[in-house]
């Protein structure tokens, strides 16, 4: 007979959250297998994006001797307004940006996830790449026990396992801690490209002095036809990174084709100019779950926890998604070593997890905007109809010199409420607050 297969912990996903963990672990003496079904970590996960050194220090306090894969620490961050023509820039530079190490730094996964991953396979962290876990292997009594893989006679056995599969969250179905599967409503499309420019050029097109200088920003307004979505642009050391995302829903039913929106956008005259003659790297697409805590798993069970984009763990607004992920994976060790010790694996050994997390911004935050997506998907209108009146009237009042300036008024005034009459706008302007706030 076969030998089983045995760790004191299995890690399902290398990406953000489960590299996170298997780190923690293994740095604590346990024997962790970490099985991605990637040929390499990284080698299927996309972001924009931005990645914050306040999760990556909690986990790994000195990363920075060990030069991780960052591209440009973002020094200028914000929001651009897009018109049909035109275009408002609401950012901010220095001050807290300029802040040293920065508290965000682009990056390609493509690079992050094999370092990230090294880091827990170097404290004896045990990779098993190009492998699937397929199901959980159960006691009598329902305990997670293990794991079946796809690989033959792929059954890894431990007394827990740390569930972070990413967005597509089959096996926390499989494990009945969440009884559904993810509402297009709920779930983003993002898709962008990689365009490679001389760094120089970035430099020039996005007004920074140097590498050591980077943009990070959200795109409203003429980009997603009226419809919920936000599009992005963020600069790395010799590529932008420049995409968007859609509800699934929307693009189901007006039977959008991603590509031809991408392509839209980047030919927005205000866009074309910041990505001509760069050379396309990259396209690929990725979904986001922005339910947040309404669309929340149960979080653990007995001998397994959901950590990371599985457990939807992103705030959309915020474009916070990797730093939940990392400081989840890492409270789910913690609990994870704490039950090793006592040797108790129960569902209510699990539940620590789920108080560590409210002690973070994390349950915090998402509990906070539990109604914003919600919110967006009735509001459309802050996606296309503000963004639009914003460029025209600052358009209207930097244009409007000479005229007797009752006259300015007016025509802002109106610029709006042929957009939206006034009465809602003030509406829609508390439903943000409200929604923001939690209230
Ligand atoms: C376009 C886009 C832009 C984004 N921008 C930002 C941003 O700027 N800032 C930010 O903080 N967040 C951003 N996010 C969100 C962020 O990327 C995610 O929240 C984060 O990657 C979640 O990490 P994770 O470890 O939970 O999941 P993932 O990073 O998706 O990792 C899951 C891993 O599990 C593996 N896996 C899945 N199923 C199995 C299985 N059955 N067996 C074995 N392995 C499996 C996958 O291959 C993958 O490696 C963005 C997301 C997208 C799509």
């Known amino acids: 007979m076969t030998e089983k297969i045995r760790f004191d912990a299995i890690v399902v996903g290398a990406g953000l959250a489960g590299s996170a963990a298997a780190m923690v672990m293994a740095r604590a003496g346990m024997n962790v297998a970490l099985v991605e079904r990637g040929k390499e970590p990284g080698g299927k996960n996309y972001f924009g994006g931005a990645i914050y050194t306040h999760a990556i220090e909690e986990v790994l306090p000195d990363y920075r001797d060990r030069r991780p894969p960052l591209e440009r620490p973002v020094t200028e961050a914000g929001f651009w307004f897009l018109g049909k023509d035109g275009l408002t820039k609401m950012t901010v530079q220095g001050g807290p940006l300029n802040r040293e190490p920065a508290d965000a730094y682009t990056a390609l996964r493509a690079h992050f996830d094999p370092w990230w991953a090294k880091q827990a396979q170097d404290v004896g962290a045990f990779l098993i790449p190009k492998t699937t876990?397929?199901?959980?292997?159960r006691a009598a009594d329902g305990q997670?026990?293990?794991?079946?893989?796809d690989r033959p006679q792929g059954e890894i056995y431990a007394p827990v396992v740390i569930i972070s599969e990413g967005v597509n969250n089959l096996l926390t179905q499989k494990l009945g801690l969440i009884d559904h599967d993810l509402e297009p409503a709920h779930v983003a499309l993002a898709f962008k490209q990689v365009i490679a420019l001389p760094m120089e050029e970035i430099n020039n097109r996005f007004g920074l002095p140097d590498d050591g200088h980077g943009l990070a920003?959200?795109?409203?307004?003429?980009l997603s036809l009226g419809l919920p979505g936000m599009g992005f642009v963020y600069t790395n050391k010799k590529s932008?990174?420049?995409?968007?995302?859609?509800?699934?829903?929307?693009?189901?039913?007006y039977r959008l084709k991603p590509y031809e929106l991408l392509q839209r956008y980047l030919q927005h005259p205000a866009i074309a100019p910041l990505v001509k003659d760069g050379q396309l790297l990259e396209y690929g697409a990725h979904l986001i779950p922005e339910g947040g805590y309404?669309?929340?798993?149960k979080l653990y069970t007995g001998g397994a926890m959901v950590v990371g984009d599985a457990a939807a763990m992103v705030n959309a607004l915020h474009w916070e998604g990797t730093n939940m992920a990392i400081i989840a994976g890492k409270l789910a060790a913690e609990t994870a070593i704490e039950a090793h010790n006592v040797g108790d694996f129960s569902e209510r050994a699990m539940a620590r997890y789920e108080e560590k997390l409210w002690d973070t911004f994390i349950l915090q935050d998402l509990k906070q905007y539990r109604n914003f997506s919600r919110f967006l998907e009735k509001h459309p209108q802050f996606m296309d109809v503000y963004p639009n009146f914003v460029n025209d009237a600052l358009g209207t009042f930097f244009t409007s010199y000479g005229k007797p300036k009752?006259?300015?008024f007016r025509e802002l005034k109106g610029a709006l409420t042929s957009r939206r009459p006034l009465l809602k706008a003030v509406g829609d302007m508390i439903s943000m607050a409200r929604a923001v706030m939690g209230w």
């Open 406 to 408: 009752k006259e300015l």
């Open 217 to 222: 920003v959200s795109v409203l307004g003429d």
């Open 240 to 253: 932008l990174s420049v995409g968007m995302g859609v509800m699934l829903d929307v693009l189901a039913e």
């Open 144 to 149: 997670v026990i293990g794991v079946v893989t």
């Open 294 to 297: 309404r669309d929340m798993p």
């Open 133 to 137: 876990v397929v199901d959980f292997i």
